[in-house]
């Protein structure tokens, strides 16, 4: 089975730059698109990227997403970080059609 | 506004069920696939179930599969989880999600807590 494999956790500190990475267990993670949710505690996940780099409206440009095939991980990148960032980040893309997730990625942002 | 309002969460013992509503509005509910995506205590997102806009086709999680049954009623914009045989580990908050292109989320509900215990 298709597994997204996510760090647990990272931190940084605010106005840095964090990257979240989110690597495809076998196949091509290029072959189907990647969407990243962030969930803040007690609060139902909100997108913040969708097909792989776009932005819903309301996200703000801090938040970019990318997709590196040669070694098959899509990338969620936010810069400028601001202490209301911190909450867990969540990449999701496809196996056999059926949705997967990835087990999530705390950021602490001190 | 698009809200996804979910309801019928609660304590249920080993063995018993539960049905989940999720209440739609501020869109044209018929229009969408819908999903359910669950999250036990202090664990990750998992995908349950999703069903197509006219009801017609459905999938499931292996883990749920002959357990649970995804529904909906286009004239009462409202999606349901029929859930039978419910384990311990089924314990979660279940959240409805709206799918706008077949395979992402675009909108959740707040969610509902099942909790699965004697």
């Known amino acids: 089975n298709f597994m997204l494999t996510q760090p647990h956790s990272v931190s940084e500190s605010p106005g840095k730059t964090v990257t979240i990475s989110c690597t495809g267990s076998?196949?091509?993670?290029?072959?189907?698109?990647v969407q990243w949710y962030q969930q803040r505690p007690g609060s139902a996940p909100t997108t913040v990227i969708y097909?792989?780099?776009?932005?819903p409206s309301g996200v703000p440009d801090r938040f970019s997403g990318s997709i590196d095939s040669s070694s098959n991980s899509a990338s969620l990148t936010i810069s400028g970080l601001k202490t209301e960032d911190e909450a867990d980040y969540y990449c999701?893309?496809?196996?056999?059609?059926?949705?997967?997730f990835g087990g999530g990625t705390k950021l602490t942002v001190l | 506004e698009v809200q996804l309002v979910e309801s019928g969460g609660g304590l249920v013992q080993p063995g018993g069920s539960l049905r989940l509503s999720c209440a739609a509005s501020?869109?044209?509910?018929?229009?969408?696939?819908m999903h359910w995506v669950r999250q036990a205590p202090g664990k990750g997102l998992v995908w349950v179930s999703r069903?197509?806009?006219?009801?017609?086709?459905?999938n499931y999680a292996d883990s749920v599969k002959g357990r649970f049954t995804i529904s909906r009623d286009n004239a009462k914009n409202t999606l349901y989880l029929q859930m039978n045989s419910l384990r311990a580990e089924d314990t979660a908050v279940y959240y409805c999600?709206?799918?706008?292109?077949?395979?992402?989320?675009?909108?959740w509900g707040q969610g509902t807590l099942v909790t699965v215990s004697s």
């Open positions: 999600a709206r799918d706008p292109t077949y395979g992402r989320f675009d909108y």
């Open positions: 501020g869109f044209t509910f018929s229009s969408y696939w």
């Open positions: 069903i197509n806009s006219a009801g017609s086709i459905t």
């Open positions: 076998s196949g091509s993670i290029a072959s189907n698109y």
């Open positions: 097909e792989d780099n776009q932005r």
């Open positions: 999701q893309s496809y196996d056999s059609s059926n949705p997967v």
